[in-house]
């Protein structure tokens, strides 16, 4: 079935840098998107989110792309910082009749070194 | 703010055991999702609930079944426990008006035995 990944498993980087998480997704009825962040034995976070009508939202140091032509999402985290170490997941809404249901892509651990 | 609470936080069962995990939803909150990961794993749709009725079923098997209640607390009711179903269980919930982000809980570690 359709689907949502992540290109790479692991991403490490030095405090200070940019960090960008990569994420693919195959269905193109999909009009929402969230990136949650995951930290050992705890609940997925929301960080931020984009619906389909938007290429590019910002928050607080994080910026999410997407790109429905190549169907291609993006996290971008600027000026990481060691607690910004977690799995990321990138989520795909998926509409069915009265609910919604969350797709997760398979995560990406981001390490920060100091 | 208020978060989802999930009770309890970690529990501990033998094989062919039942279980009951509970689900608080964020206050105003009308919808509630429950998910299950396993070790390394994504976070897996199971089932949720609008306005106490069932709203979608995802990769729930039968042993397991749900509710939403008039408080709009949710109950996962696990019969039948198998070593497989050790994971953690996330509760998600959802503020009224069609919203689609879910806020998620801390979660339920369930290691059977």
């Known amino acids: 079935g359709e689907s949502v990944g992540l290109h790479l498993p692991t991403l490490s980087v030095q405090e200070g840098d940019n960090s960008i998480i990569n994420c693919a997704y195959s269905n193109s009825a999909s009009d929402y998107f969230i990136w949650y962040k995951q930290e050992s034995g705890k609940g997925p976070q929301f960080i931020i989110d984009i619906r389909s009508n938007m290429d590019k939202r910002q928050g607080q140091r994080v910026t999410v792309l997407l790109n429905k032509t190549v169907k291609h999402l993006s996290l971008q985290i600027a000026a990481t910082q060691p607690g910004d170490s977690a799995v990321y997941f990138c989520?795909?809404?998926?509409?069915?009749?009265?609910?919604?249901?969350?797709?997760f892509g398979g995560g990406t651990r981001l390490m920060v070194k100091p | 703010a208020a978060g989802v609470i999930q009770s309890p936080r970690h529990l501990i069962k033998e094989k062919r055991e039942t279980a009951t995990l509970k689900c608080y939803p964020i206050p105003r909150h009308d919808t509630v999702y429950w998910y299950q990961q396993g070790p390394g794993q994504d976070p897996q749709f199971l089932i949720s609930?609008?306005?106490?009725?069932?709203?979608d079923k995802g990769s729930i098997p039968d042993r397991f079944s749900a509710q939403q209640f008039s408080d709009y607390h949710s109950e996962l009711n696990m019969s039948s426990l198998e070593l497989g179903d050790s994971a953690l269980y996330f509760c998600a919930s959802s503020p009224p008006s069609g919203a689609d982000t879910q806020y998620f809980g801390p979660g339920t570690r369930l290691t059977v035995l």
């Open positions: 989520a795909e809404l998926a509409r069915y009749n009265a609910g919604n249901m969350l797709t």
């Open positions: 609930f609008y306005e106490k009725m069932q709203s």
